[in-house]
Structure formats: structure tokens, C-alpha cells
């Protein structure tokens, strides 16, 4: 079920977390694995992972699971990810941009990121898909930059 409590203490989470990083990277990843976007192509993804000294081996990792529709947490010396939210409609939900809000190509200390999550459902889940059928559905955007750059 989506709960928007739920969904906002997710972006409690990730606002926390960016405002502190010393280290910040947009990408790809999962609970095993994290490549950040390349340099020249847009920095969006369904991850973004965070270091809050310039030590990237201790990093906070969040991902959005494909599969099971859920946003994760997780720390560098946690084995199991902590599910923040479930239902999201779309994977790729962090983006780096600029002040105006133009996604970023490359990697730049002054970004901004942002965070866009679309949660779907169905109302009644023992109905048939179709066209009279009842959905749930909201999003929840956030624009966040860090305190500490370097």
C-alpha cells in the first residue's frame, strides 16, 4: 500500500544525507554495486550514493529496485538494505542539476539534486486492470543541495 508518511520520511532520509555529503555521485546500482553516471552524459539514475568524508569506501547508498518497485538505504557495512518506500512507478528518480534546474552533464561541486518519485497503485487490488478501474497515485519532488563542498 503506498502510505505518504512513508514516502516522506524517505525524503526526510535522502535531504538528511545530501545536506551532510562531502561526496556525492548520481548513477546506476544496487545493493551490490554502484557505477556513477560519465562524465558528459546526464547525471540522473536510479541510484545515488554519498560519502560524508572523502572516504567513498563508507557511503550511504540509495536504489531504486526495478523489480520490486522499492527505494532502499543502504549503509556500506550493512548486508541487507532497509526498504524506504515501495510503489514507485518509475526507477530513475535522483537527477543532478543546476540552480535552474537543467539536468548536469558532468560532476560539479554547486549541484543540485533532485529527487522526483511517482507512486502507483491499485485501489483495489482483487479488480481487474482496466480502463474502470481505480488507481492511487501521487509524486513527491525535492530539490536539495549540500551544506559542505569542497
Given at each position: 500500500?503506498?502510505?505518504?508518511?512513508?514516502?516522506?520520511?524517505?525524503?526526510?532520509?535522502?535531504?538528511?544525507?545530501v545536506?551532510?555529503?562531502?561526496?556525492?555521485?548520481?548513477?546506476s546500482?544496487?545493493?551490490?554495486?554502484?557505477?556513477?553516471?560519465?562524465?558528459?552524459?546526464?547525471?540522473?539514475?536510479?541510484?545515488?550514493?554519498?560519502?560524508?568524508?572523502?572516504?567513498?569506501?563508507i557511503?550511504?547508498?540509495?536504489?531504486?529496485?526495478?523489480?520490486?518497485?522499492?527505494?532502499?538505504?543502504?549503509?556500506?557495512?550493512?548486508?541487507?538494505?532497509?526498504?524506504?518506500?515501495?510503489?514507485?512507478?518509475?526507477s530513475?528518480?535522483?537527477?543532478?542539476?543546476?540552480?535552474?534546474?537543467?539536468?548536469?552533464?558532468?560532476?560539479?561541486?554547486?549541484?543540485?539534486?533532485?529527487?522526483l518519485?511517482?507512486?502507483?497503485?491499485?485501489?483495489?487490488?482483487?479488480?481487474?486492470?482496466g480502463?474502470?478501474?481505480?488507481?492511487?497515485?501521487?509524486?513527491l519532488q525535492?530539490?536539495?543541495?549540500?551544506?559542505?563542498?569542497d
Amino acid at each position: 500500500m503506498v502510505r505518504s508518511p512513508q514516502a516522506r520520511q524517505a525524503l526526510g532520509w535522502i535531504e538528511m544525507d545530501v545536506r551532510a555529503a562531502r561526496l556525492l555521485d548520481i548513477g546506476s546500482g544496487s545493493a551490490a554495486s554502484f557505477a556513477p553516471a560519465q562524465s558528459g552524459a546526464p547525471q540522473e539514475g536510479n541510484a545515488m550514493q554519498l560519502s560524508f568524508t572523502t572516504n567513498n569506501a563508507i557511503y550511504v547508498r540509495y536504489f531504486v529496485d526495478a523489480a520490486s518497485s522499492t527505494l532502499y538505504r543502504q549503509l556500506s557495512w550493512e548486508t541487507n538494505p532497509r526498504p524506504l518506500a515501495q510503489n514507485l512507478a518509475t526507477s530513475q528518480i535522483f537527477s543532478g542539476e543546476d540552480y535552474l534546474g537543467v539536468t548536469q552533464t558532468g560532476e560539479n561541486d554547486a549541484t543540485v539534486v533532485r529527487v522526483l518519485m511517482n507512486f502507483s497503485q491499485l485501489t483495489y487490488p482483487r479488480v481487474n486492470v482496466g480502463g474502470t478501474n481505480f488507481f492511487e497515485s501521487f509524486q513527491l519532488q525535492t530539490r536539495i543541495t549540500r551544506r559542505l563542498t569542497d
